[in-house]
Nanobody, 122 residues
Framework: QVQLVESGGGLVQAGGSLRLSCAAS????????MAWFRQAPGNEREFVAA????????FYADSVKGRFTISRDNAKNMVFLQMNSLKLEDTAVYYC???????????????WGQGTQVTVSS
């Protein structure tokens, strides 16, 4: 089992920045691919970014590429999502997720946090 707890969400103006954090506990954290997903009201949960076991490989949704950066600190069992140049359409609940394999589909991920709200205002 892996337990995930997100933090760092909030209200920010368009063009601003936020840094989300995900604290992991349970089975060996460093063995997992970690990802961020988001879900806006009325929409399906969508992939945002993922990072590999050692932190040297990552990939992003086209909608956030160049604006968001995913990182991890295996010594502290933490994953981060730095979000810059935020847009109104980035408003959503953001979820941290863990998987033993790479993937962009939510079904690939076995463990989920409870989510943290990010609201971007004009």
């Amino acid at each position: 089992q892996v337990q995930l707890v997100e933090s760092g969400g909030g209200l920010v103006q368009a063009g601003g920045s936020l840094r989300l954090s995900c604290a992991a506990s349970g089975r060996t954290f460093s063995n997992n691919v970690m990802a961020w997903f988001r879900q806006a009201p009325g929409n399906e949960r969508e992939f945002v970014a993922a990072i590999g076991w050692m932190g040297s490989s990552s990939f992003y949704a086209d909608s956030v590429k160049g604006r968001f950066t995913i990182s991890r600190d295996n010594a502290k069992n933490m994953v981060f999502l730095q979000m810059n140049s935020l847009k109104l359409e980035d408003t959503a609940v953001y979820y941290c997720a863990a998987s033993s394999v790479w993937g962009r589909q939510a079904a690939t991920y076995d463990y989920w946090g409870q989510g943290t709200q990010v609201t971007v205002s004009s």
